[in-house]
């Protein structure tokens, strides 16, 4: 299978550091509104009065709006202007962040987090093809490597850094911070990125089309289960580790632990998703999954949950580059933007059904179940990946 090739209408720079960054702040935006709740869980749930779980909810709407949403949206903004789109998507997340800041009750913040969830979906459908044609053909992939990391430095950096502002001055304040990125990020986007037409709604292969293509169902399968497990587990983090009695004065110095770990991830991922893409994606999901059965395992013994923390972080954020070169890679001709929005969907889908299983444990089995239950789901994600050895996830990258 190959990528989609470029539009026409694309015009190319050799190297557009400056917008790709941009971009890639983007993405880091977007990655931290969508998971900074799971390190305030405590504080948020303590100020709207409703249970932890109830509070993992609004992780699990947000994700499952872009699930459902991130591929219709992408073919409803097909005809829109591409810089118009990005700007008008990162003013929407000022404005869920705003909302979700001065809210009081329960039900004003799930309104916030579903528009987020509908701006995250229109901003992940887009995002990999307008990247791509903002550079020449033989730099796509450096290119949407190097945006998609903003995402990855988001989980390394940005949700313990909103962890520690919550903790620190309020969970208000580190949305309300949010919020002021976003309006800077749409004015510097509106003077510095490249503008491109929109294309005719409708072109290319249906979404369902798309999704049958078997190299790229098995890397949305792979994906969505995998993301399941992990999430069943990361959403909960919190009350985990202070149930194996960690501090929550300490939950911030492990968060950060937990991002060094995942640079270390994210680098590995680097040396290899060209050379070893299989090898690369199998050892990533084996190495969380032993991660999370050392959780299991852990007890009361808050430095050996912590180790393993780090371990799985380290896996995770390995694993979210991998599978981003894994779809591009895997979609067919023509089609790269609607397999992208598929895998997001699939993402999503697994982050927020992570949320809603793990807070269903939690309920039930108390905290100490929460890595069982994601190493049983990840277990699955090996399987993908050994199933995938021809189609989705070869050894080696096609010429």
Known sequence: ????????????????????????????????????????????????????????????????????????????????????????????????????????????????RLLGGLTHGAFWAMCAGYVARMVTPDRVGRAVTLVFAGGTVAILLGVPAGTALGVAIGWRAAFAVLAGVGVVLALVGWRLLPDFPGEAAGNGMSLLRVLRTPSVAIVVVTTAVTMLGYFSFYTYISPFLQATGLSEEALSPALLGYGAAGAVGLLAAGLLVDKRPRLAMLGGVVLLTGALVVLALAGTTPALAVAAAALAGLALNALATLVQAAILRAAPAGAADTAAALNASAFNLGIGGGALLGGLALSGWGAASLPLVAAVLTTAGIGGVLYGRREGFPATVPL
């Open 1 to 112: 299978m190959t990528a989609a090739p470029l539009p026409a209408t694309a015009r190319h720079e050799p190297w557009p550091l400056a917008g790709l960054l941009l971009v890639a702040a983007g993405t880091f935006l977007s990655v931290t509104t969508e998971m900074v709740p799971m390190g305030l869980l405590s504080s948020i749930s303590r100020d709207l009065g409703v249970s932890e779980p109830t509070v993992g909810l609004l992780v699990t709407g947000y994700a499952l709006m872009v699930a459902l949403f991130a591929a219709p949206l992408g073919r409803l903004t097909a005809r829109f202007p591409r810089r118009g789109l990005l700007v008008c998507t990162l003013l929407a997340y000022s404005a869920s962040n705003v909302l979700m800041a001065v809210s009081t009750v329960y039900p004003l913040a799930a309104a916030a």
